[in-house]
Nanobody, 126 residues
Framework: QVQLVESGGGSVQAGESLTLSCVSS???????MGWFRQAPGKEREGVAA?????????RYAESVKGRFTVTIDNALNTLTLQMNSLKSEDTALYFC???????????????????WGQGTQVTVSS
């Protein structure tokens, strides 16, 4: 059973940057990996996803395109989310997730992911 542990969250001012990391206890090869977030009172939403076997295959939510970048280091079993130009609306609990099986297409649908971390809080003040 793969376990995922996120880190890197914190409190920043609008316009600043944060880098989130997600370390897997097992191999994440041959799977989709994703970042999701959930703000209080809102549903969990997909932020970014990547094919662990082809890091050029990514997908981003429209709200973060051009500001967030997802990368993966399979040698270190680490997924990273670089977040630039943060906005107050980016405030949320951020989760990483893994989708078991071949990554046919990186997905932002939470229902397609099998394994979740416990989350790391990101708070952006305007």
């Amino acid at each position: 059973q793969v376990q995922l542990v996120e880190s890197g969250g914190g409190s920043v001012q609008a316009g600043e940057s944060l880098t989130l990391s997600c370390v897997s206890s097992g191999s994440t090869m041959r799977s989709c990996m994703g970042w999701f977030r959930q703000a209080p009172g809102k549903e969990r939403e997909g932020v970014a996803a990547i094919d662990s076997e082809d890091a050029h295959r990514t997908r981003y939510a429209e709200s973060v395109k051009g500001r967030f970048t997802v990368t993966i280091d399979n040698a270190l079993n680490t997924l990273t989310l670089q977040m630039n130009s943060l906005k107050s609306e980016d405030t949320a609990l951020y989760f990483c997730a893994a989708k078991r099986g071949i990554c046919w297409s990186p997905s932002l649908l939470a229902s397609q992911y099998n394994t979740w971390g416990q989350g790391t809080q990101v708070t952006v003040s305007s």
